[in-house]
């Protein structure tokens, strides 16, 4: 279980990025966090993650506080950050140093044929095509197991047919151990596709404005009824969050995926 209890952040120059946000996410669970540019999104992955100590309130896992970086939780970023001098492989396995020689390369070998890239062990880096180096970064974050990953804006540089295949490929990395899984995106139908719940955010100061179930049966129908149903909920939701005056839904607010529409 992880738990954001009461987080709040201030920079040095008195920006408030976030304040009060409180929320917990069960084992196994995938959460997406969409919001406006500037709302806090990737303070708050920083804050999860231990490299950003929050000014105030607390990262729980499993009823431990994180104030560091933990080998229990991984994080992908935006770029894959791949390590240059190392091979395909050299990368996928590079949290795996401490493990026996064998179950390092059964889990590198086993993780590179779930993202499709079986045959590039050899590879260096350069050679690889933008969509197959974030699957790379995908694999190595995933493969010492960690409890929970953090992915900030991990496609957002792709075209739209890399995305949806890295979707897929993250959705089997994920279903093998189950890990909890924090996204933060700016593409709503990604959102949809991967999450159990939809956590919008309001901007100045980054607060939870509402959440929203995003519970569909897996592999998620783009066309269904009920995907557009959610999607038109999430754009109401974030449209809403950019009002200035405050109003009766400037709060944490939980709804299911049946519930009417806001219009």
């Not at 933008?130 to 974050?141: K, T």
């Not at 709060?251 to 995926?257: G, L």
Request: hydrophobic share 45%; with cysteine; aromatic share 4%.
């Amino acid at each position: 279980m992880l738990e954001l209890q009461n987080l709040s952040k201030t920079y040095p120059n008195g920006v408030r990025a976030l304040d009060g946000i409180s929320l917990s996410v069960g084992a196994g669970e995938i959460v997406a966090i969409v919001g406006s540019s500037g709302c806090g999104k990737s303070t708050l992955l920083r804050a999860i993650s231990g490299l950003d100590r929050p000014s105030r309130g607390r990262v729980l896992l499993d009823g431990e506080s994180v104030t560091s970086p933990h080998e229990k939780i991984g994080i992908v970023f935006q770029e894959p950050r791949l390590l240059p001098w190392l091979s395909v492989a050299g990368n996928v396995g590079f949290g795996l140093e401490d493990r026996p020689r064998v179950e390092r390369n059964e889990r590198v070998v086993k993780a590179m044929m779930r993202v499709g890239l079986a045959d590039k062990a050899a590879v260096w880096p350069r050679e690889l095509s933008g969509g197959q180096a974030q699957r790379v970064a995908i694999a190595r974050a995933l493969v010492p197991r960690p409890e929970v990953l953090l992915l900030d804006e991990p496609f957002s540089a792709l075209d739209a047919f890399t995305r949806i295949d890295l979707q897929d490929h993250l959705l089997d990395l994920w279903a093998d151990l189950l890990p909890t899984l924090i996204l933060v995106t700016h593409d709503v139908d990604e959102a949809i596709v991967l999450a159990d719940r939809i956590f919008v955010m309001r901007p100045r100061p980054g607060r939870m404005f509402e959440e929203i179930d995003a519970r569909l049966e897996r592999p998620r129908d783009r066309q269904s009824a009920a995907f557009d149903h959610i999607k038109r909920r999430v754009l109401t939701s974030l449209d809403r969050s950019l009002d200035r005056e405050p109003t009766i839904n400037d709060r944490e607010t939980k709804v299911s995926t049946g519930a009417a529409l806001w219009w």
